[in-house]
């Protein structure tokens, strides 16, 4: 999938769009459409165009929008082609999957309407407490893992421990360190 987001940094860099312009013009589709998921932080754009990762669809919805593409030119990109059908050599899914599917399909309704969202004070301390040139990536990772991996698998209680658990472990380490570098200075009288 890495020639995907080649294609998509190809796409950006003729219209002359920097991350950051994508990342701007993202949010504010996010911030129209009252979704954050449209959302496409720089971390996040990286990952797309040089480590092979798979948007999701609002963000590929987004993308679509602030490249002016179709996102069938998109998802054509990711080898998704809607006009030629189901083949019959892809599988079908079994009946007694059904239940569970429209256990996963009424979370991920949930999850559409904004119903399930990372902690807001769990986030505010990350962007409080971490560095600054880690933030991004680190929360861009958590969020994706939270929304792609966790939180559908283990449903919303997991999904919050598992994400307060990363917090920690992302924060107590800067923590300890900045009071044991107060403790020296006053130890020093610096």
């Known amino acids: 999938m890495v020639s995907a987001g080649n294609n998509l940094r190809v796409v950006r860099e003729k219209l002359g769009l920097?991350?950051?312009?994508?990342?701007?013009?993202?949010?504010?589709?996010?911030r129209a459409r009252g979704n954050e998921e449209f959302f496409v932080p720089i971390s996040r754009l990286t990952d797309f165009e040089t480590r092979?990762?798979?948007?999701?669809?609002?963000r590929l919805s987004s993308l679509a929008t602030v490249y002016r593409i179709q996102p069938r030119e998109i998802f054509s990109m990711y080898g998704?082609?809607?006009?030629s059908g189901q083949?019959?050599?892809?599988p079908k899914i079994p009946p007694v999957v059904q239940d569970d599917k429209q256990m996963v399909g009424a979370l991920h309704r949930e999850v559409k309407q904004g119903n399930v969202a990372l902690p807001v004070v769990g986030c505010?301390?990350?962007?409080l407490l971490l560095p600054r040139k880690h933030r991004e990536s680190l929360v861009g990772d958590i969020e994706q893992d939270f929304r792609t991996n966790i939180l559908p698998r283990y449903g919303r209680t997991?999904?919050?421990v598992w994400f307060w658990k990363q917090v920690v472990i992302e924060i107590v380490p800067g923590?300890?360190?900045?009071?044991?570098?107060?403790?020296?200075?006053?130890?020093?009288g610096a």
């Open 18 to 30: 920097t991350m950051r312009d994508v990342e701007t013009a993202s949010e504010a589709i996010a």
């Open 52 to 58: 092979g990762v798979i948007p999701s669809i609002y």
């Open 80 to 83: 998704v082609n809607f006009d």
């Open 87 to 90: 083949h019959s050599s892809e």
């Open 124 to 127: 505010y301390l990350l962007d």
């Open 158 to 160: 997991a999904a919050s």
């Open 175 to 188: 923590l300890y360190l900045r009071i044991a570098a107060g403790f020296v200075k006053r130890l020093l």
